[in-house]
Structures are given as C-alpha cells and as structure tokens.
C-alpha cells in the first residue's frame, strides 16, 4: 500500500495538468493483477483475519518471496510479518532463529 501511495506521490509531482498519464505510474505497479489467491479467500463476509492474511501473501508473492521487502511494503517491522507468517501455517521462522530447549 505504502508502494502505491509513494508511486501516486510522484506521479503528481511530475506530471503537469489535472490528468495522471499511465506512462507516469510504474510498471510493477500499473501491471499488477489481482491474485486469484485473494479472490479465493475474500467471501462475502470475511473476518479482518482473513483479508490480513490475503493481502500479506499476495504481497509476499509479489515481492518474490522477500519477506524483508515484503514488510516495507506492509509498512511493518519484519518482526511482526514473521510473526503473523509464524501465527498462519506455524512454518515460517526468523533465518537466524534457533530452537529453544534441548533435543
């Protein structure tokens, strides 16, 4: 979302009248599709859960799987996406993280 609004940002900087030229947004951003992903997870009454998780795996795909970039874009601490990565399918750790106890 923070992409999108930095990207809307410049373009109204440098663009002259009142109409936005598509030359004007980049392409990462103007080419980008939604996902069937988060067609397939949004019903008609989905909980705030559920439209988090949508949105942050749609912009975890989009970024490559980058999940630092990913929480850039999220506008959030990297913590906290792993966090929530961690609370959806309990797969994803920190890179540097070790378990705790002993085997």
């Known amino acids: 979302m923070r992409e999108l609004e930095n990207a809307l940002e410049r373009a109204v900087t ?3 009248g009142d109409v936005i030229p598509r030359s004007a947004i980049p392409d990462r951003i103007s080419e980008r599709k939604a996902e069937p992903l988060v067609a397939e997870r ?3 009454n989905p909980s705030l859960d559920v439209i988090e998780q949508a949105y942050i795996t ?5 970024e490559g799987g980058n999940k630092t970039r990913a929480a850039e874009v999220l506008g959030i ?6 966090r929530k990565l961690s609370r959806y399918d309990g797969s994803d750790k920190k890179p ?7 085997p």
Not at 77 to 82: A, F, G, H, I, M
């Open 96 to 102: 540097d993280s070790e378990p705790s106890g002993t």
């Open 77 to 82: 601490d990297p913590s906290t996406l792993y």
């Open 58 to 62: 749609w912009v975890l795909q989009s």
């Open 14 to 16: 440098l663009t002259k």
């Open 42 to 44: 949004l019903h008609k």
